[in-house]
T-cell receptor
Framework: RKEVEQDPGPFNVPEGATVAFNCTYS??????FFWYRQDCRKEPKLLMS???SGNEDGRFTAQLNRASQYISLLIRDSKLSDSATYLC??????????????FGKGTLLTVNP | DAGVIQSPRHEVTEMGQEVTLRCKPI?????LFWYRQTMMRGLELLIY????????DSGMPEDRFSAKMPNASFSTLKIQPSEPRDSAVYFC????????????FGSGTRLTVV
């Protein structure tokens, strides 16, 4: 099983649609969780952290279910500018006191006018 | 803050040549990471350093790849000899050790080996 698995996509949605991304992770000891966004031919950038109680940032809502080892990202009222690849990211111990981020392969979202 | 600075932005080289990629992390960050991104495999961690010391190089594909961090403000990733399958985007990222606030990535080096 891969460390971090995401919907393969791609997703094509009209402006204003609600779109959901799903992700599962294999390491039950993972500590922190994130969603990154990567625009075409650019570097990944942190979109938001994911907290156990769920958290919202404007049109974006992230959820975490530790028991199911499942993470989600919901985008409401999608905009053209939301078109990008969304990466699910997990922060976990890699041995001793060392930690690292592991990235899913990403899901490409295209929002159409 | 200038962010993580990588050079060159693009590199085209012939198979068998040596390639050196460079990275300057954010000042004050003490962890540095080298990632490779391809369509097939996504983002793969190659190696990372804490306080200039290599911690985990299990992602380095083979002996042709080597990385160094001689000081807190500079790191290199070297491929010798390069092969066409090394073509990818190579990202450097930095953070504080153990930080759970995510990493800051450089703009990447797009490597093409012909």
């Amino acid at each position: 099983r891969k460390e971090v698995e995401q919907d393969p996509g791609p997703f094509n949605v009209p402006e204003g649609a609600t779109v959901a991304f799903n992700c599962t992770y294999s390491n039950s000891a993972s500590q922190s969780f994130f969603w990154y966004r990567q625009d075409c031919r650019k570097e990944p950038k942190l979109l938001m952290s994911v907290y156990s109680s769920g958290n919202e940032d404007g049109r974006f809502t992230a959820q975490l279910n530790r028991a199911s080892q499942y993470i989600s990202l919901l985008i409401r009222d999608s905009k053209l500018s939301d078109s990008a690849t969304y990466l699910c990211v997990v922060f976990a111990n890699s041995g001793g006191s060392n930690y690292k981020l592991t990235f899913g392969k990403g899901t490409l979202l295209t929002v159409n006018p | 803050d200038a962010g993580v600075i990588q050079s060159p932005r693009h590199e085209v080289t012939e198979m068998g040549q040596e390639v050196t990629l460079r990275c300057k992390p954010i000042s004050g960050h003490n962890s540095l990471f080298w990632y490779r991104q391809t369509m097939m495999r996504g983002l793969e961690l190659l190696i990372y350093f804490n306080n200039n010391v290599p911690i985990d190089d299990s992602g380095m594909p083979e002996d042709r790849f080597s990385a160094k961090m001689p000081n807190a403000s500079f790191s290199t990733l070297k491929i010798q000899p390069s092969e066409p399958r090394d073509s990818a985007v190579y990202f450097c990222a930095s953070s504080f050790i153990g930080s759970n606030y995510g990493y800051t990535f450089g703009s990447g080096t797009r490597l093409t080996v012909v």
